[in-house]
Each structure stands twice: as C-alpha cells, then as structure tokens.
C-alpha cells in the first residue's frame, strides 16, 4: 500500500521539462478525413514526418515549432486511390515532396487547451491554418526519456492549396469533398 500511494505522489507530481522535444514518429500520427460523394467519408493517413518543437508548460505561449511531412507517404488503405492522390492530379508529389508547418503563435485558451497557429506549405501554396490542441500530459519511459502528449485537430480547404480534381455526380454533388478535417497524436521525446 505504501509502495502503491508513493508512485501515485510521484506520478501526479510530474510535469513537463521545459526544452526541446522531437516528435516520436512510432508513437505519433497524422491522419486527415474528407467527404466522398457528400454521404460518407475517406480516412487517411501520412506514414513518414518529422519535427521538432520547443514547449514550456510556465510559458505555452512562448512555444515554436515546425513539422514536415513526406506526402508520398499518404496511405488510405487503397492502392488504386493512393497512387490517384500521388498523382499530379492532386500532391504531384514529384512536384511537391514535402508538406511543412511552422508555427506563427500560440493562443492559451484553458489548462491544458490552445490553439496553435502557423503556416501551412502543400502543393507550392502557403496559407495561415489554426490547429486547437490539447496537452495530454507527461511521462517517463522506463529508458529515462521524458515524454510530452498533444492532441490536434483543424480543418483546411483544399482548393486553398490548389488541389483541385474532382467529378460532378449525377445528383449535383462532388466526388470528392473541399473541407478536410486534420487529427494529430503527437507523442514527443525531451532532448538531453
């Protein structure tokens, strides 16, 4: 019992380190989802990014950071579909390889939720993109690294970036969506 309310002092305890954290890309995932033919939606998601960020719990709002994203690694599970979005029909990614957010501002809104705001670079086109977070906390791993956890979601128009294929159904609507939604799990590991 005593060993059981140490390690429960310990853990309710433990806050973020202030510093430098780089994203775990085995413990992290950036996935996105959008309408097809107005009635039910694709999933998908990027298999290879990387980035780095600067995080203070005392100071949130002083926090900057940047992620870049390989978008030949766009998976939805469907071949066929894959190679259509890595096509130059919409990433080209032979064109445009990569898919870069900088962070610009951070707005505190409540303990442990705020929004990140930055620049977002798909497809040759920049465009300002908000991103509502919400800190899940801190752990060491059993090899002594500090670990920090974030939740993110946003959305963005894709013709924003020029991406702009899509068929006319016979009802009027769209093949494809403009509006897609962005979910990111960040599990991020203090540099010593």
């Known amino acids: 019992m005593k060993k059981m309310l140490l390690i429960l002092l310990v853990i309710s305890g ?3 380190t202030a ?5 775990d890309g085995a413990h992290s995932h950036v996935m996105f989802k959008i309408k097809h033919m107005t009635i039910s939606s694709v999933m998908g998601r990027f298999e290879k990014f990387k980035g780095s960020f600067t995080f203070d ?6 926090s900057t ?3 870049t994203i390989e978008v030949n690694s ?6 066929d579909r894959d190679k259509h979005l890595k096509s130059p029909e ?9 898919m870069i957010f900088k962070s610009t501002k951070v707005v505190v809104k409540a303990k442990n939720y705020f929004q990140l ?7 040759g086109v920049t465009q300002a993109i908000t991103l509502d977070v919400e800190y899940g906390g801190t752990a060491v791993d059993p090899w ?3 670990r920090v956890a974030f939740s993110a979601t946003g959305k963005l128009n894709r013709k924003d970036y020029g991406l702009m294929w899509n068929k006319l159904l016979e009802t009027g609507g769209l093949l494809v969506g403009e509006e897609v939604t962005i979910n990111i799990e960040v599990e991020a590991i203090l540099q010593k």
């Open 14 to 16: 433990l806050q973020a």
């Open 19 to 23: 510093g430098e954290y780089v994203i």
């Open 57 to 62: 719990p005392k100071h949130v709002d002083q």
């Open 65 to 67: 950071g940047n992620v």
């Open 74 to 79: 766009v998976n939805t599970d469907v071949g």
């Open 90 to 98: 919409f990433f080209d990614v032979a064109k445009y390889p990569e």
């Open 117 to 123: 705001k930055g620049n977002l670079t798909l497809h």
């Open 144 to 146: 002594g690294n500090t």
